[in-house]
C-alpha cells in the first residue's frame, strides 16, 4: 500500500515529531539527550533549517521549524540516520530505532504557530515530569529569551511576539497535570526502575533487556509489576509490548494464587 503523501505547508513551517519504535526509549541518559541535539545542530547548520521550538521525551521528540533550502526527508533522514548509528552503536543494539516516518504537521497561522509552541512546551508538564515548562531540562522553554545558539529567536519574533510566546508557554497548571506530578512522585523514575532492573539481572539499557532469555524477562517484568511498576512505564523501559507486560504481570498473581498447576 503506497504511503500518503505529506501535506505542504505554505509557510514551510511544521510541527515534527519522532517516536522511538514500538514507543521504546530513545533516551536512555544524559549523554544521549545531548548527543541528538549536538545532531540536531549540526544537521541544522548542513541543510539550512529554522528552529523555532524542541522537546525530547523519552521515547519521542517534538520540533518547530521551517525548512529552506532542504526538504524535510532529507533533514530527517540526516537527523535520524546519525542518531540511529551512534545510539546503535553504544548500546550494542542493531535494527530500526524510529518508529515508521515522522509525522509532520504543516503550520499555516500564526495561530497554529503558537497553539503548537504551547504543545511542544506544555509536553512534560502534561507526562507529570514538572510543574513547569520552564523548568525541563530538556526543552528550549528553558532557555527562551536567552539567546539558545540552536533556536532561532530573531526569525521566531517575526512570526510571533515573544510577549505572545511567553504568555503562551506557562500557563496555569490545571488539576490533570498537579495529579499526574503528585502521582510520578509516588513512583520510581524511569532512572530508578532501570537501575532496579540492573541489580535484577545486570542490564543497562533496553536493547540488553530484549538479548535476555524470555524465561529472565519474564522474571524481571513480574518482578516489576509486583513492585507497582506501571504496565506502561515497564514497556518503555524494557521494550516489551504492553500486552505481554500485562500478560506476564498476570502470571505472577496465579501463581501466586497457587493456580498455575
Not at 505554505?10 to 544524559?30: A, C, K, P, V, W
Not at 495529579?179 to 541489580?199: M, P, Q, T, Y
Request: glycine share 6%; charged share 25%; with cysteine.
Amino acid at each position: 500500500m503506497p504511503r500518503e503523501a505529506r501535506i505542504v505547508s505554505s509557510t514551510n513551517i511544521y510541527h515534527i515529531m519522532l517516536r522511538g519504535i514500538n514507543g521504546q526509549r530513545i533516551f536512555e541518559e544524559t549523554e544521549d539527550y545531548r548527543r541528538f541535539l549536538g545532531i540536531l545542530a549540526k544537521v541544522k547548520v548542513l541543510s539550512g533549517f529554522e528552529l523555532f521550538a524542541y522537546c525530547l521525551m523519552g521515547n519521542h521528540v517534538h520540533l518547530l521549524l521551517r525548512v529552506t533550502n532542504e526538504p524535510l526527508e532529507l533533514i530527517f533522514k540526516r537527523i535520524g540516520t546519525r542518531y540511529a548509528f551512534w545510539f546503535n552503536w553504544k548500546y550494542e543494539r542493531t535494527g530500526h530505532l524510529f518508529q515508521d516516518r515522522f509525522r509532520s504537521e504543516p503550520i499555516e497561522s500564526e495561530c497554529s504557530f503558537l497553539a503548537v509552541a504551547r504543545y511542544i512546551y506544555q509536553n512534560p508538564v502534561k507526562a507529570g515530569l514538572c510543574l513547569r515548562a520552564a523548568d525541563y531540562e530538556w526543552s528550549s522553554r528553558r532557555l527562551l529569551g536567552c539567546g539558545d545558539g540552536i533556536i532561532d529567536e530573531s526569525a521566531m519574533s517575526m512570526i510571533v511576539s515573544f510577549g505572545d510566546i511567553s504568555a503562551i508557554a506557562d500557563g496555569m497548571c490545571d488539576m490533570e497535570s498537579i495529579n499526574n506530578l503528585r502521582n510520578r512522585r509516588d513512583r520510581l523514575s524511569d532512572e530508578k526502575v532501570a537501575v532496579l532492573i540492573n541489580n535484577i539481572c545486570g542490564v543497562k539499557s533496553t536493547s540488553s533487556f530484549q538479548e535476555l532469555p524470555k524465561t529472565e524477562q519474564r522474571m524481571v517484568i513480574q518482578a516489576l509489576r509486583k513492585a507497582r511498576i506501571p504496565i506502561r512505564q515497564v514497556a518503555r523501559i524494557t521494550g516489551i509490548n504492553r500486552g505481554l507486560v500485562d500478560r506476564w504481570g498476570k502470571l505472577e498473581s496465579i501463581t501466586t494464587n497457587g493456580c498455575d498447576k
